[in-house]
Nanobody
Framework: QVQLVESGGGLVQAGGSLRLSCSASGLTFGTYVMGWFRQAPGKEREFVAAISRSGGSTRYADSVKSRFTSSRDNAKNTVYLQMNSLKPEDTAVYYC?????????????????WGQGTQVTVSS
């Protein structure tokens, strides 16, 4: 079965950095667009970033643009989210998701598979 496993979350001070990883199994990784979403307590899940199947195209939420970078290594079936200049408002559970399509999407419902999430906490 398909499994997406996130790692790399933790507690960091404002201005710090974290790198999240999402390792995929049970699917042909290179045929899936990969997305990152986050959900803070009491809030809806929101789009963070998405990366095309080849990694040549990315899309970011305005709130993270210029601070976050997504990349992927198709040989390792892994997608990454490098998060710099972290702010307290970035605190959330971060999820990776896989979409069987050629097009990136910011819509959670467009994604077929989800990981269990990893907690990111940014202290002020």
């Amino acid at each position: 079965q398909v499994q997406l496993v996130e790692s790399g979350g933790g507690l960091v001070q404002a201005g710090g950095s974290l790198r999240l990883s999402c390792s995929a199994s049970g699917l042909t990784f290179g045929t899936y667009v990969m997305g990152w979403f986050r959900q803070a307590p009491g809030k809806e899940r929101e789009f963070v970033a998405a990366i095309s199947r080849s990694g040549g195209s990315t899309r970011y939420a305005d709130s993270v643009k210029s601070r976050f970078t997504s990349s992927r290594d198709n040989a390792k079936n892994t997608v990454y989210l490098q998060m710099n200049s972290l702010k307290p408002e970035d605190t959330a559970v971060y999820y990776c998701a896989a979409r069987l399509s050629t097009a990136v999407s910011a819509t959670p419902q467009a994604y077929n598979y989800w990981g269990q999430g990893t907690q990111v906490t940014v202290s002020s």
